[in-house]
């Protein structure tokens, strides 16, 4: 190597430099001459097979040079940006990738809500959203969960006004809400946010994710349920998914279902993940209960429905890799470029 | 609760099923094994089966409980050994009741005589497969028969206890040293078990130390009570004390059953312990718990699973299960034995049937036949929807952020009427407030941008915000809009913002200076979003900060938005079928009138039948007129048609 071919080379980038006009252009000569593989990386990178005599001097001939090339190419890269795109996209050129258009992203959890959501609406769903401050009655009370239940010990609440308004513990407030409003027939699904007193570490948060579902016809039953599980199932987890149905308490349905899947890291056979039994717990569900009907002043001879919750977080941190709760909501959710379903 | 394979077995004599598959069966009934050990005991390999029991089903916190539910299960009959009758003594005990709201039943005996020892190996095994220290025989045993029938027994050490023993409420007592010797601090009005003296237990929870068992103790009264689970919750809770005694007690235990606890008690220590029973047994039992008799209808465990279980199999399941059928004039009556206190309805009946029947045979891989129903989706979830697409596309990141706050910031950001809303319990006291402005998440997300070296951000997020008023808890959905970098400027920002409001179906947007401005805000660049005479939002440029960035903020309350709008639909999608028509014709306007107002007419005026879209091509300023060069798209029309209706329509216009 001599301090001609690097000359050459840096003739060589002004000649394409003056014939490229577009910011596509502009990112192929950056990768041509500055990425790990660029010619003037490739350059530096030889710099240490040089003989000791000659090391020193060549260093200094390339660095001036990469020095000069780096100027030139800022200079034509402003001149093409700052003609052709608006001074936010060239901003966002400087931190992120200098060709590509900015899109704009939504939210993990608002992608995952608009995946299911979709499911649903083609399977003839509404989407329904209550208050997220809410009294006991609707709460609790029209749950089946009165005042002294165990149930209650399930959800450690945080109070606006004790005991009568509260931040929603659970999703199924909109249940009640929709069961108060609204005629039979209906199908709702609710994504929505709800709150513990929880404090805050790893894999618990006071502010949390849910989603919810209630069907009430004439002839819904568990197979239904269990048939609308499985779809919602496969089209997150694919086709393969396996899962079963067992019976579960929750005191607003009779009979009571809990929906596992068997665990994704060990496949069944048992790991720390999923405590060793080889399912992860996925939600509850059940066929909505007597008592919540009449209090919605339903007659339970004509109408019967079901209702599912499922844990909304943990579906999203599964399938987008997340491993602490609080990168959801705290501002540590960064957005890749290119890779829209990667989160850093 | 932790049962060990081989005392399932034991009571169920035909179990032939694997200690893994009775979990399984567990399982799926109700019952979710968390944890599955193989263990020694007796010098025997054995299995621990550690089972879930979330329901109102004291009775499956027991051994017995659970090998009845694997009974019925595998259709088999659970033998739960019969204990003869305690042996009588005439003499009484000087016990009185006087919390008698919160107590279903007390049963108490004396035993003299006892010697307290070592307890031997295997209960000591057994203790620790709970978790448990042995502490002696008898206190082991009340243990051990608390871990078979579910019920939490107390033995009181008698020669420590000081004249009569009361149930009573606490009003005198201000704390108890308890047999673990912690102190605990009372709240008053606990339930306890008192002597004239002393206190001698939180009932239901845990035994002081005053009277307790010690290795000296020859003469016991033993005791067994069944409370008001309600009170045992409470004082639990507010004491911060959970035992195993007051995880059952906490539920419905059926007072009925207590006299099998208690005779296999005594006939445990009788055998272990030697001594004899030295009184009557006081039987404090003033309600007599009955089971209800249900009205019930076969078809319902179909009707309810969705799948056929015949009648024969449904009341097959229900006898399994102890429960007693009787069948009059078609008609079906059954009674649940009394230790099932969580059966009332027809529907708990149907659940016993199907989750016995096995939730793994209703199938999951059948299309669900649900029917039709009207759309009642509200317009704000769609409106939102569609706000979200266009963000995105205009380049903006959606952000998620808490609701709750730390304290200050809401008067730094809000500009409502409203008054701040303050959690009462929040264990998580840094963020007592709820939110008045979508601003504070979105600041925070941009700080930890910026943090990270991102320097240009355009971020938004769609949520709640809350405020008080009259006395009246308000909340809403409101839009938060940031745009923060080193170089951008106000009229970018307010391009893209028009642009939303545009795509979403506000033309006319009109900017007023703000009558309140948020503390944040830079005063004089802070205005109210009006549309159609009413303001919709809040667009302002942040005060100069050390970021050294342009931050500009827009919130829009969604909800007054939605109401603006007649109908929220998604972006329209059409099939093309023919090449679209582009005819121009020039308009001239004073130059103080709006162009926004003149489409607006126009569209009342033209027949839109067969236009696809309407632009303004061109505009130039003439002394105090404008002209604009509109652009009017046809379709579905052929070139002749397309100029005729354009002429005609342009020409009545004119």
């Given at each position: 190597?001599?301090?001609?071919?690097v000359?050459?080379?840096?003739?060589e980038?002004?000649t394409d430099l003056?014939?490229?006009?577009s910011?596509?252009?502009i990112?192929?000569?950056?990768?041509?001459?500055f990425?790990?593989n660029?010619?003037f990386k490739?350059?530096?990178?030889?710099?240490?097979?040089?003989?000791?005599?000659?090391?020193?001097t060549?260093?200094l001939?390339i660095?001036q040079?990469?020095?000069e090339?780096?100027?030139?190419?800022?200079?034509k890269?402003?001149?093409i940006?700052?003609?052709?795109?608006?001074?936010?996209?060239?901003?966002?050129?400087?931190?992120?990738?200098?060709?590509?258009?900015?899109?704009?992203h939504?939210?993990?959890?608002?992608k995952t809500?608009?995946?299911?959501n979709?499911?649903?609406?083609?399977?003839?769903f509404?989407?329904?959203?209550?208050?997220?401050?809410?009294?006991?009655?609707?709460?609790?009370?029209?749950l089946?969960?009165?005042?002294?239940?165990?149930?209650r010990?399930?959800q450690?609440?945080?109070?606006?006004?004790e005991?009568?308004?509260?931040?929603?513990?659970?999703?199924?407030?909109?249940?009640?809400?929709?069961?108060?409003?609204?005629?039979p027939?209906?199908?709702?699904?609710?994504?929505?946010?709800?709150?513990?007193?929880e404090?805050?570490?790893?894999?618990?948060?006071?502010?949390f994710?849910?989603y919810?579902?209630v069907?009430?016809?004439?002839?819904?039953?568990?197979?239904d349920?269990?048939?609308?599980f499985?779809?919602l199932f496969?089209?997150?987890?694919?086709?393969?998914?396996v899962?079963r149905?067992?019976?579960?308490y929750?005191?607003?349905?009779?009979p009571?279902?809990?929906?596992?899947?068997?665990?994704?890291n060990?496949?069944?056979?048992?790991?720390p993940?999923c405590?060793?039994?080889?399912?992860?717990?996925?939600g509850g569900?059940?066929i909505?209960?007597?008592?919540?009907?009449?209090m919605?002043?339903l007659?339970?001879?004509?109408?019967?429905?079901f209702?599912?919750?499922?844990?909304?977080?943990?579906?999203?941190?599964?399938?987008?890799?997340?491993?602490?709760?609080?990168?959801?909501?705290?501002?540590n959710l960064?957005?890749?470029?290119?890779?829209?379903?990667?989160?850093? | 609760?932790?049962?060990?394979?081989?005392?399932?077995?034991?009571?169920?004599?035909g179990?032939?099923?694997k200690?893994?598959e009775?979990?399984?069966a567990?399982?799926?009934?109700?019952?979710?094994?968390?944890?599955?050990?193989?263990?020694?005991?007796?010098?025997?390999k054995?299995?621990?089966l550690s089972?879930?029991?979330?329901?109102?089903?004291a009775?499956?916190?027991?051994?017995?409980?659970l090998?009845?539910?694997?009974?019925?299960?595998?259709?088999?009959?659970a033998?739960?050994?019969?204990?003869?009758?305690?042996?009588?003594?005439?003499?009484k005990?000087?016990?009185?009741?006087e919390?008698?709201d919160?107590?279903k039943?007390v049963?108490a005996?004396?035993?003299d005589d006892i010697?307290?020892?070592?307890?031997?190996?295997?209960l000591?095994?057994?203790?620790?497969?709970y978790?448990?220290n042995?502490?002696?025989l008898l206190?082991?045993?009340?243990?051990y028969?608390?871990?078979?029938?579910?019920y939490?027994?107390?033995?009181?050490?008698f020669k420590?206890?000081?004249?009569?023993?009361?149930?009573?409420?606490?009003?005198?007592?201000?704390?108890?040293?308890?047999?673990l010797?912690s102190?605990?601090k009372?709240n008053?009005?606990?339930?306890?078990?008192?002597?004239?003296?002393?206190?001698?237990?939180l009932?239901?929870?845990?035994?002081?130390?005053?009277d307790s068992?010690?290795?000296n103790?020859?003469?016991?009264?033993?005791?067994i009570?069944?409370y008001d689970?309600?009170i045992?919750r409470?004082?639990?809770?507010?004491?911060?004390?959970?035992?195993e005694?007051?995880?059952?007690l906490?539920k419905?235990?059926?007072?009925n059953?207590?006299?099998?606890?208690m005779?296999?008690?005594?006939?445990?220590?009788l055998?272990?312990?030697?001594?004899?029973?030295?009184s009557?047994?006081?039987?404090?039992?003033?309600?007599?718990?009955?089971?209800?008799?249900?009205?019930?209808?076969k078809?319902?465990?179909?009707?309810?699973a969705?799948?056929e279980?015949?009648?024969?199999?449904?009341?097959?399941?229900?006898?399994?299960?102890?429960?007693?059928?009787?069948s009059?004039?078609?008609?079906l009556?059954?009674?649940?034995?009394t230790?099932?206190m969580d059966?009332?309805?027809?529907?708990?009946?149907?659940?016993?049937?199907?989750?016995?029947?096995?939730y793994?045979?209703?199938?999951?891989?059948?299309?669900?036949h649900l029917?039709?129903?009207?759309?009642?989706?509200?317009?704000?979830?769609?409106?939102?929807?569609?706000?979200?697409?266009?963000?995105?596309?205009?380049?903006?990141?959606?952000?998620?952020s808490?609701?709750?706050?730390?304290?200050?910031?809401n008067t730094k950001?809000?500009?409502?009427?409203?008054?701040?809303?303050?959690?009462q319990?929040?264990?998580?006291?840094?963020?007592?407030?709820?939110?008045q402005?979508m601003?504070?998440?979105?600041?925070?997300?941009?700080?930890?941008?910026?943090?990270?070296?991102?320097e240009?951000?355009d971020?938004?997020e769609?949520?709640?915000?809350?405020?008080e008023?009259n006395?009246?808890?308000?909340?809403h959905?409101?839009?938060g809009?940031?745009?923060?970098?080193k170089?951008?400027?106000?009229?970018?920002?307010?391009?893209?913002?028009e642009?939303?409001?545009?795509?979403?179906?506000?033309?006319d947007?009109?900017?007023?200076?703000?009558k309140?401005k948020?503390?944040?805000?830079?005063?004089?660049?802070?205005?109210?979003?009006?549309?159609?005479?009413?303001?919709?939002?809040?667009i302002?440029?942040?005060?100069?900060?050390?970021?050294?960035?342009?931050?500009?903020?827009?919130?829009?309350?969604v909800?007054r938005?939605?109401?603006?709008?007649?109908?929220?639909?998604?972006?329209?999608?059409?099939?093309?079928?023919?090449?679209?028509?582009s005819?121009d014709?020039n308009?001239?306007?004073?130059?103080?009138d709006s162009?926004?107002?003149?489409?607006k007419?126009?569209?009342?005026k033209?027949?839109?039948?067969n236009?696809w879209s309407?632009?303004v091509?061109?505009?130039?300023?003439?002394?105090?007129?404008?002209k604009?060069t509109?652009?009017?798209?046809?379709?579905?029309?052929s070139?002749?048609?397309?100029?005729?209706?354009?002429?005609?329509?342009?020409?009545?216009?004119?």
């Amino acid at each position: 190597m001599n301090e001609e071919q690097v000359k050459t080379l840096l003739e060589e980038l002004k000649t394409d430099l003056e014939t490229t006009e577009s910011s596509l252009d502009i990112t192929k000569l950056w990768h041509k001459y500055f990425s790990d593989n660029g010619s003037f990386k490739l350059l530096i990178k030889k710099i240490k097979d040089l003989p000791v005599e000659e090391k020193k001097t060549t260093a200094l001939i390339i660095q001036q040079a990469y020095k000069e090339a780096q100027e030139l190419f800022a200079e034509k890269e402003n001149s093409i940006k700052g003609g052709e795109l608006s001074g936010n996209i060239k901003s966002q050129s400087e931190n992120f990738n200098p060709s590509a258009p900015k899109i704009g992203h939504l939210h993990p959890i608002s992608k995952t809500i608009r995946e299911m959501n979709d499911l649903f609406v083609s399977m003839g769903f509404s989407i329904m959203d209550g208050p997220e401050i809410e009294t006991d009655e609707f709460c609790f009370q029209r749950l089946n969960v009165p005042a002294d239940h165990p149930a209650r010990d399930m959800q450690d609440t945080i109070y606006i006004k004790e005991p009568d308004f509260l931040l929603r513990t659970q999703t199924s407030s909109i249940e009640a809400q929709t069961l108060a409003k609204f005629k039979p027939p209906f199908k709702i699904v609710s994504p929505g946010r709800s709150y513990r007193n929880e404090s805050v570490n790893k894999s618990n948060h006071f502010v949390f994710h849910q989603y919810q579902g209630v069907v009430v016809t004439e002839k819904a039953n568990m197979k239904d349920l269990f048939g609308t599980f499985q779809v919602l199932f496969k089209k997150m987890y694919g086709e393969d998914v396996v899962t079963r149905y067992r019976n579960k308490y929750y005191p607003e349905v009779e009979p009571g279902v809990g929906p596992d899947m068997q665990c994704f890291n060990c496949h069944g056979k048992g790991c720390p993940l999923c405590k060793g039994v080889g399912w992860i717990e996925m939600g509850g569900a059940g066929i909505i209960h007597p008592n919540v009907m009449k209090m919605a002043g339903l007659d339970t001879k004509k109408w019967v429905g079901f209702a599912f919750g499922l844990g909304l977080d943990r579906w999203v941190m599964a399938k987008y890799k997340v491993t602490d709760i609080r990168t959801l909501l705290g501002g540590n959710l960064g957005y890749k470029y290119y890779e829209n379903e990667s989160i850093i | 609760m932790k049962v060990l394979y081989s005392q399932i077995k034991e009571l169920v004599p035909g179990l032939k099923a694997k200690p893994r598959e009775v979990g399984e069966a567990l399982t799926l009934t109700g019952f979710m094994m968390d944890g599955f050990t193989e263990v020694t005991y007796k010098g025997k390999k054995d299995y621990l089966l550690s089972l879930e029991i979330r329901q109102n089903r004291a009775d499956c916190l027991s051994v017995i409980g659970l090998a009845r539910e694997v009974a019925a299960y595998y259709n088999l009959k659970a033998s739960i050994p019969a204990i003869k009758t305690i042996t009588k003594n005439n003499k009484k005990l000087d016990i009185k009741i006087e919390a008698t709201d919160f107590i279903k039943r007390v049963l108490a005996i004396k035993i003299d005589d006892i010697k307290n020892q070592e307890s031997p190996q295997w209960l000591k095994e057994y203790m620790a497969f709970y978790g448990l220290n042995s502490a002696g025989l008898l206190v082991d045993l009340s243990n051990y028969v608390m871990m078979l029938t579910g019920y939490p027994s107390h033995l009181i050490d008698f020669k420590k206890t000081e004249g009569t023993i009361y149930w009573s409420i606490n009003n005198n007592f201000k704390e108890i040293t308890t047999l673990l010797g912690s102190v605990t601090k009372l709240n008053n009005n606990e339930i306890i078990i008192r002597d004239n003296n002393n206190i001698i237990a939180l009932a239901g929870i845990i035994g002081g130390k005053t009277d307790s068992i010690d290795i000296n103790t020859n003469s016991v009264i033993a005791e067994i009570a069944i409370y008001d689970r309600s009170i045992i919750r409470k004082n639990s809770r507010s004491l911060s004390i959970t035992t195993e005694a007051s995880r059952r007690l906490e539920k419905d235990l059926d007072p009925n059953e207590a006299d099998y606890a208690m005779k296999m008690l005594v006939s445990l220590i009788l055998k272990y312990a030697g001594g004899k029973v030295a009184s009557s047994l006081f039987n404090y039992y003033p309600k007599k718990y009955t089971s209800p008799k249900i009205q019930f209808d076969k078809e319902l465990p179909t009707k309810l699973a969705g799948i056929e279980i015949s009648p024969k199999d449904t009341l097959r399941i229900l006898k399994g299960l102890n429960f007693d059928i009787i069948s009059k004039n078609n008609k079906l009556t059954v009674i649940p034995p009394t230790y099932r206190m969580d059966v009332a309805l027809p529907e708990d009946l149907a659940e016993e049937v199907i989750r016995i029947h096995g939730y793994n045979h209703i199938p999951t891989n059948e299309i669900p036949h649900l029917e039709v129903v009207k759309d009642i989706t509200p317009k704000n979830i769609i409106l939102s929807e569609k706000i979200r697409d266009v963000l995105t596309v205009l380049g903006f990141d959606e952000t998620l952020s808490w609701p709750l706050t730390e304290k200050g910031i809401n008067t730094k950001v809000n500009y409502s009427d409203l008054n701040e809303i303050t959690t009462q319990n929040s264990v998580n006291d840094l963020f007592p407030n709820l939110r008045q402005s979508m601003a504070v998440g979105l600041l925070n997300q941009m700080n930890e941008y910026f943090k990270k070296g991102v320097e240009f951000i355009d971020i938004f997020e769609i949520g709640r915000i809350f405020g008080e008023k009259n006395k009246n808890y308000l909340e809403h959905d409101s839009l938060g809009i940031l745009s923060a970098s080193k170089d951008n400027t106000l009229s970018q920002y307010k391009d893209k913002i028009e642009s939303l409001l545009r795509l979403i179906g506000f033309v006319d947007v009109k900017y007023f200076e703000s009558k309140v401005k948020p503390k944040i805000a830079n005063p004089e660049s802070c205005w109210d979003i009006n549309v159609n005479n009413q303001n919709i939002g809040i667009i302002y440029k942040l005060a100069p900060s050390e970021t050294k960035l342009n931050i500009y903020f827009t919130e829009i309350d969604v909800e007054r938005i939605t109401k603006m709008l007649t109908k929220v639909d998604n972006n329209p999608v059409v099939e093309l079928t023919q090449k679209l028509i582009s005819l121009d014709v020039n308009i001239e306007l004073d130059k103080e009138d709006s162009i926004f107002d003149y489409l607006k007419n126009l569209e009342n005026k033209i027949d839109r039948k067969n236009i696809w879209s309407i632009n303004v091509a061109d505009v130039y300023q003439v002394g105090n007129k404008k002209k604009y060069t509109l652009r009017v798209t046809y379709e579905e029309l052929s070139d002749k048609k397309a100029k005729e209706i354009h002429l005609k329509a342009f020409d009545k216009i004119s």
